[in-house]
Structures are given as C-alpha cells and as structure tokens.
C-alpha cells in the first residue's frame, strides 16, 4: 500500500546531512512497513532492530551510546557489515528501549550523514527523548486518498488526483467514501478489503473486517494495562469507549463538547479526566477540536480553552465498529447518523494534514464545524454537511459577523467552485482544501 508519508522521508534521505527520523503513531497503523519496505525500497541495505520483539538487543546500547560502538555492536549481534554510506538504520518500538532514544541525540551530532529512523507506538508516553536532536513525524491511519490507491482504480485515481467535480466521478468516489467509512484507514483491515474484492461475497468481506476491526480494539485495550496502572487503565478504556457513544448522540448537529459527567463514576470535572484522556491523546487514539466563542484570528491557540473540547476517534472504522454500524447501514445514506461519522471523517483527513488539534467555532446556538487556517494567515470557516441539502444558517451567521474572504462547504453531493469565494465541495477533497482555495483565489 502506498503511504504518501514516503514523500516527506524520501525529501529526508535527499539531504545532505539530516537528524534521525522519530515516527509516531497509534499501534498497528502501518510505521514498520513504511519504513522497512516503502521507504527501504530506497537504500542498498536496511538494518531493523525492534526492542519490543527483541528486547535483548537493548544490551547493545549498555557499554556507550557513541554510534560508532552502538554499529559495532549491532555488526557483531546481527553478523552483518554495516554500509555506512547507503544503509537505512531502523530502532523499532523505541519507546521499550530509553537507552536507543537517548542515542539519537549523538547519531544526532555525531554522524549527521547517516540514515537512522526510529518509530514506536508510545512516544508521546516517554519520560523524555532528545528534542531538537530528531525529526519529528507522526502516521495515522490510511487516509481516504491511500484507501483510493490500494484500490488500484487507476482511472479514478486519475480523476481523483484532477480534482474533477462531474456527476460520474462524483458517484464513483462519494461510493468508494462509503467504503471507507465502514473500512477505516487501518492497514490490516484495508488489505483484507481489497484483497477479498474478487473472490469473496460482500457478506463475508465486511465480515472479515469486522474481526479485524475487534481484534484491533481489543489490542488497544489490553495496552492500555500494558502502559498504564489498574485503575488508570480502566479510566482510560472508559473514556475511549464513551467518545463514540457520544458522537452517536449528535444526530443532527454539529458534534458537542465533550460532557466529562458520568464517564468515570463520581468524576465530573476535567481535571478528574484529564490523565486519561491525555494518554489516549498522546498514543494518537484520539484526537481534539477545540470551540472558539470569539472571532477567530491568529494564533487560533491563544483563544481556545484546555477544558473544552470535542473529542473523535482516530480510525472512523473502528468508530463504527464500536457502535456496532453494519456495512449497510453506512451505504444507506437515509441514516440519521451521518453526520458525526462526517465529522469524524473530516477531523481526521485535516489532522492527517496539518496535525492536531483542529479548532471549531460556536456563538449562541450557531456552530461552524471547522477553521481552516490558511498559509497566508486568513481564516476560512468550514461548514460540515454530510448530505444533499447545503443550507447552511451557521455560515450565514458567520459571513453576517466577521465577513471571511472564503467560505467553505463539504458535503454529501457534487460540489460547486462557480463562486471562488463560496466553495462547494464533495467531502472525499477535504484533504485537497488548499489546492482548491488556491486556484480559486
């Protein structure tokens, strides 16, 4: 499957002295494979040491941390003869391994030239790793512009990549986003997908990643044991198990704040769930939109509140899954529900993009679902609207207040860009909001 992170680590082997790599990213969503067969594709030799299989190789790192003798090490561990010059160096699941990290800093300072990639699944947990000594990069799940590439339709991949608004790719596309609602973005669960597409009914195939789908959730609740003490995990699976039931229960507006009260028995305030909800944050299980009540300008930071916030899941698959929605129920655009699976869906094509958090806006009962921050520093509101009907009075109310240059809508139809100031676009081009706002300025 193609990831189009490798774009971002091929930039990074092309110049001439570089940090480390440091990916981050929940579990299971694809960072071993990108870095040991998408990017190792690009060098002569790939050296992977994984410390959570592995955690003997730990000991390589006991006498020194100067990279000359850590490499001697792994030659003499591995009976292999390093290429300095062209062989890509990968610490796998780093974080079951302080004294690999804290190595980074001299690989660092001491051999710039080299290829040295680390990843793990818990960095955000880490007492401490060398910053300013790596380059920081985070993986989520496959987004719907890679769900479009494994699926191999080149002449909708085509059409995709053109940005074209006509009714046939429209119907092709917005059905392929159906899929990927139901699917997600989890590689296991969109290989089992694709791969089943001739030879399986769809009965079976949405039956497969349903298991898939439930061996993942459970993965991710035994971790937070794993990581974590009793009670705190049990804290922890309580606030990822409420954060769907929650975004089930905006059926027609906007996705609310998240409601601390009757999460956690006899905890009702943030401060009581904000260890929780900050672990879940910090293995990228979760992600936040935080609500302005004032007229956005930047630094959007500065006027967000840390006790408000939305909350979604990281993967809208496993988001379905954990509210038991069946593969119909997503093809069946009648469903009162669409419109936080929408949401969700939007949330995490923009933190794919451009990171987390996202940031909202509310005044009085109107609320626009999304800010966009351009690069030219203008705001644009981001209406959400995951059907046919486009009548948006929380834009109007917007444009009435603080007149935005641009004004967004992503919706369940065909989408517009007759107005270069209003523009109207299918859901699937979220991702393709900037191209978009900049050939039509």
Not at 418 to 434: Q, R
């Amino acid at each position: 499957m193609e990831r189009l992170l490798l774009q971002k680590l091929i930039a990074w082997k092309n110049k001439n002295t570089r940090k480390p790599i440091l990916l981050d990213g929940a579990r299971q969503t694809g960072k071993s494979y990108l870095l040991e067969k998408l990017f190792g594709a690009q060098f002569e030799q790939v050296i992977r040491l994984d410390f959570l299989e592995q955690p003997a190789l730990a000991n390589l790192f006991n006498d020194s941390l100067k990279p000359q003798e850590i490499l001697d090490n792994i030659e003499l561990e591995l009976n292999v003869s390093i290429q300095r010059n062209n062989a890509l160096i990968i610490f796998d699941e780093i974080g079951e391994c302080q004294s690999a990290i804290n190595s980074l800093k001299f690989f660092s300072e001491q051999c710039p030239e080299m290829f040295v990639c680390a990843s793990g699944s818990n960095i955000g947990l880490l007492g401490s790793f060398p910053v300013g000594k790596v380059e920081l990069l985070e993986l989520y799940p496959l987004t719907f512009e890679e769900f479009l590439l494994a699926s191999n339709k080149a002449p909708l991949i085509k059409s995709f990549q053109q940005n074209k608004m006509t009714p046939v790719v429209h119907d092709k596309l917005f059905g392929l986003l159906l899929d990927y609602y139901y699917v997600g973005g989890m590689p296991e669960a969109v290989k089992a997908w694709f791969e089943t597409e001739e030879s399986t009914g769809i009965f079976e195939r949405t039956q497969i990643v349903n298991q898939i789908h439930k061996a993942l959730i459970a993965g991710y609740e035994r971790d937070f044991g794993k990581y974590s003490d009793k009670v705190s995990a049990q804290h922890i699976q309580a606030i990822f198990r409420n954060i769907p039931i929650q975004l089930s229960q905006n059926i027609d507006d906007s996705v609310k704040r998240f409601k601390f009260k009757d999460v956690i028995q006899k905890k009702t305030r943030y401060q009581e769930l904000a260890g929780p909800i900050n672990w879940l944050d910090k293995c990228k299980l979760l992600s936040k939109c935080q609500p302005i009540d004032t007229q956005p300008s930047s630094p959007l930071p500065a006027l967000a509140k840390e006790n408000i916030f939305k909350l979604f899941l990281f993967d809208i698959g496993l988001l379905g899954n954990m509210l038991g929605l069946s593969y119909k129920e997503h093809r069946d655009q009648g469903f009162n529900y669409k419109g936080y699976i929408a949401e969700n869906f939007v949330q995490n094509e923009l933190i794919a993009k451009y990171g987390s958090p996202t940031y909202s806006w509310e005044y009085a009962r109107s609320e626009i679902e999304f800010l966009f921050k351009h690069e030219s520093g203008s705001i644009f509101p981001i209406e959400v609207k995951s059907g046919k009907r486009t009548r948006a009075k929380s834009l109007d109310v917007y444009v009435q207040r603080y007149q935005p240059e641009k004004t967004i809508k992503l919706i369940g139809s065909q989408g517009s860009v007759d107005n270069p100031d209003a523009l109207v676009l299918p859901l699937y081009y979220v991702s393709k909001i900037e191209q978009f706002i900049n050939s039509h300025d």
